[in-house]
């Protein structure tokens, strides 16, 4: 079974722009979590979507919004961005409920 | 506070040797995991915690949920060991919602 896919692995933006990445999750599993991993904060939970709903959502502003597709493919999308903003973003999928997470490779984001 | 505290945040071993890692939390919880991330960025489930004890190959995780206690041991420790390993936990009230610890960077010597 393939693993969870994030696309692109790297990107580099310069404030203001807006950004858009994507998540494919293993075949069969309808949850996507985001999560930004930082130097500073470490690893912080941005939202969840199940079968296409937002399930929940962490401390992070109204620039930060995902979707999520009924192939449960998932995309999130950061809008003017910030220099803080650079981090490692991760998703990860599961089949719902308290169960192992697997997570994707990440994509590594440089806001310049 | 933070909700989830490990110890120690830095930990240096000789290969061959037991080492365990503790993680501490203050809430409710359904789920504990504990996460390897190796240079790279990317992270394996190791675990998923709700009581007891699991075991896989050399690596053992408990949890105590009265006292609020996880702890991640790894027997015979080897150099590919080396990584950074992370608490979380998903707490009762805030349904998927996982609260990480800052994670413990490991690192094992030949």
């Known amino acids: 079974k393939a693993g969870v896919t994030q696309t692109p692995r790297y990107l580099i933006k310069t404030r203001g722009q807006q950004v858009t990445l994507s998540c494919s999750p293993i075949?069969?599993?309808?949850?996507v979590s985001w999560y930004q991993q930082t130097p500073g904060q470490g690893l912080q939970f941005l939202f969840e979507y199940f079968s296409e709903t937002q399930r929940n959502k962490g401390n992070f502003p109204g620039r930060f919004s995902g979707r999520q597709f009924s192939n449960s493919r998932s995309e999130m999308n950061v809008s003017t961005l910030e220099l803080g903003d650079s981090a490692l973003y991760l998703c990860a999928s599961s089949s719902g409920g308290p169960s192992t997470q697997y997570f994707g490779p990440g994509t590594r984001l440089l806001v310049l | 506070k933070n909700e989830v505290e490990q110890s120690p945040q830095n930990l240096t071993a000789q290969e061959g040797e037991f080492i365990t890692i503790n993680c501490s939390y203050s809430v409710g919880i359904s789920a504990l995991h504990w996460l390897q991330q190796h240079p790279g960025g990317g992270i394996v489930s190791l675990f998923m915690l709700s009581s007891g004890k699991k075991k896989h190959g050399r690596l053992i995780a408990t949890i105590n949920i009265q006292e609020k206690h996880s702890s991640l041991h790894i027997t015979a420790s080897h150099p590919r060991d080396s990584a950074v390993y992370i608490c979380?936990?998903?707490?009762?009230?805030?349904?998927?919602?996982?609260?990480f610890g800052e994670g413990t960077q490991l690192t094992v010597n030949p």
């Open positions: 075949s069969g599993h309808r949850s």
């Open positions: 979380a936990v998903r707490s009762e009230t805030s349904g998927s919602r996982l609260t």
